[in-house]
């Protein structure tokens, strides 16, 4: 059974940086392209990120480029995202989830996690 | 504002069917055959429903069905069930510059 589990968030202030983190389980986690999507409170779904199996392309949407950071850690079947420069407009919920293939770019996310919460306040 | 423009709300009684619209342009919709919907209960992580524009996931029921003409992709549920109420949001491929959009999300309310 595939499994996606999140962590790391939590309250952070402006300027601040956070890591989440996601373990995955039940498939070969280096044959799959993984992403990262987040939900601000009350809001839709915005893709933030992707990442290839090996970990050699990422790729950022234009609203989180230059300040966050997508990687992963095929031993350990983790992926990760680590985010700079917070702003208040980054509270959302993320969510990683598994691309079909390892298309990295795709609009098809088979398996999401449960989420993890992020808050950037004073 | 959300790249992809889906009708805030919707609502069917048990047993009808319901259509929700997605619409973007020729830079994603229109341009490729990559749009998803993903069926989200609250509090929950959202579901891959439809993918490719028509396909669907194994384990989704056949009531559920995509189709696409233009720059316009639509969702369409039949049978209502009382565990269909969810927010349902497209999702597309949108190039080697955007990447992915989705829609802002559409409440399907079953009456």
């Known amino acids: 059974e595939v499994q996606l589990v999140e962590s790391g968030g939590g309250l952070v202030q402006p300027g601040g940086s956070l890591r989440l983190s996601c373990a995955a389980s039940?498939?070969?986690?280096?044959?799959?392209?993984m992403s990262w999507v987040r939900q601000a409170p009350g809001k839709g779904l915005e893709w933030v990120s992707a990442?290839?199996?090996?970990?050699?392309?990422?790729y950022y949407a234009d609203s989180v480029k230059g300040r966050f950071t997508i990687s992963r850690d095929n031993s350990k079947n983790t992926l990760y995202l680590q985010m700079n420069s917070l702003r208040a407009e980054d509270t959302a919920v993320y969510y990683c989830?598994?691309?079909?293939?390892?298309?990295?770019?795709?609009?098809?996310?088979?398996?999401w996690g449960q989420g993890t919460l992020v808050t950037v306040s004073s | 504002q959300s790249a992809l423009t889906q009708p805030a709300s919707v609502s069917g009684s048990p047993g009808q069917s319901i259509t929700i619209s997605c619409t973007g342009t020729?830079?994603?919709?229109?341009?490729?055959?990559?749009v998803s919907w993903y069926q989200q209960h609250p509090g929950k992580a959202p579901k891959l429903m439809i993918y490719?524009?028509?396909k669907r996931p194994s384990g989704v029921s056949n009531r559920f069905s995509g189709s696409k003409s233009g720059n316009t992709a639509s969702l369409t549920i039949s049978g209502l069930q009382a565990e269909d109420e969810a927010d349902y949001y497209c999702?597309?491929?949108?190039?080697?510059?955007?990447?992915?959009?989705f829609g802002g999300g559409t409440k399907l309310t079953v009456l």
């Open positions: 020729s830079s994603d919709v229109g341009g490729y055959n990559y």
């Open positions: 989830a598994k691309a079909v293939s390892n298309v990295v770019v795709t609009a098809t996310l088979d398996y």
């Open positions: 039940g498939f070969t986690f280096s044959s799959y392209a």
């Open positions: 490719d524009v028509s």
């Open positions: 990442i290839s199996g090996s970990g050699g392309s990422t």
């Open positions: 999702c597309s491929y949108a190039g080697s510059s955007t990447y992915v959009v």
